[in-house]
């Protein structure tokens, strides 16, 4: 970007260096971050990091699982194995606490959450001293997920953590005593980010559903879970003609909320849609929109089972914690969802999400026999 000054008072104000040019003076005006520093860490990939409320340390999570904690200058001031499969994500309370040993030092720690592919998320407590350095303790395990961890985030005073998993599932905890506070089961695919509002009683939750929620805290009923929804799961059944159409536009499919209404298609009809009745009854001509409002509808079906009815671990995709519909076998012996698993070796890991051990082999194999047991699996369950 080129500016031009047209008079010293300005220019001295600026504080440019300046060169004439045909009577005009001109500075090149840049503006950017510059790289101070920097290190590495002895395994794996860099997936989290997050810094001390005074911003002189920060602690950074590998897929290797291990948590390292660096000063300002790049110095590695401790390193801890946290989770076997590896780290996700991590976060840093902004408010520091007390520890009941420490009392009468003086001593004040702030609170880590760090969270892991081993679907589990563990609180620990870091003392920063000039004098003392940097001590990790390891303060508890928060159980509750059942698939991979992918966000957590502090409440504003440290009192609440609340994390965002694979499983579809938000969980807020008690950060003194670790208990579960309530879990949210709001969205329909794995949920990616979360964050409290500062000094204020709201939560946010975002997911692969393509949807975010804003809940509001109800600090005066401590014992409903001190959550209230913002919103109430319907039934797909029970879905009005609105409903339908705020489905179509979350499926990219907008287009058709026009012709849906005037045809009066409700939940009901929704699911009872058939390639017959799309061609005959609505007039879709297009083959392939055809084709992907039925995919659409089928993957609306086999959410409704999968949330009405327990699916079978096996059927579920490690990765995405989904039900399977292109199961394929890698090279370490795991059965993944094609696109999922497709996703994570273009992402150029190149170890299993499983075991996190190197992968000898790229290759996919399909898994037919699983394939048909789900198939077998999902038309028992509509018939009943």
Known sequence: MWMVIRTKVQLCMLGWICCPLKGVRHFQLTLGYYQIRSG?????????????????FFVTGSSSGDLTIWDDKMRCLYNEKAHDLGV?????????????????????????????????????????????????????????????VLACAFSYDGQMLVSGSVDKCVIIYETSTGNTLRTLSQHTRYVTTCAFAPHSHLLATGSMDKTVHIWQLDLKQPSAGNIVETESKVAVEDWSEDDVSAWLCAQDLADFVGLFK??????????????????????IESLGLRSKILQKIEELRMTMISVSVPVPDEFLCPITRELMKDPVIAADGYSYEREAM????????????????????????????????ITRWLETQQKC
């Open 88 to 148: 996700t994500c991590c976060d840093i309370s902004s408010n520091p606490v007390s520890v009941l040993s420490d009392i009468e030092n003086g001593f004040k720690y702030f609170q880590m959450a760090s969270c892991g592919q081993d679907n589990q998320i563990k609180l620990w407590l870091i003392l920063f001293a000039d004098f003392l350095g940097v001590e990790l303790k390891y303060k508890c395990t928060l159980n509750g997920h059942s698939a991979p």
């Open 262 to 283: 005037m045809n009066n298609i409700d939940g009901k009809e929704l699911l009872n849609l058939t390639k017959e009745g799309l061609a005959n009854e609505l007039k």
């Open 342 to 373: 497709e996703h994570w070796i273009s992402n150029k890991r190149r170890s299993s999400p499983m075991t996190n051990l190197p992968l000898h082999s790229l290759m996919l194999t399909p898994n037919r026999t699983l394939k048909m047991a």
């Open 40 to 56: 590495n860490v002895k395994d794996g990939s860099l997936v989290a990091c997050a810094f001390s409320p005074n911003g002189n």
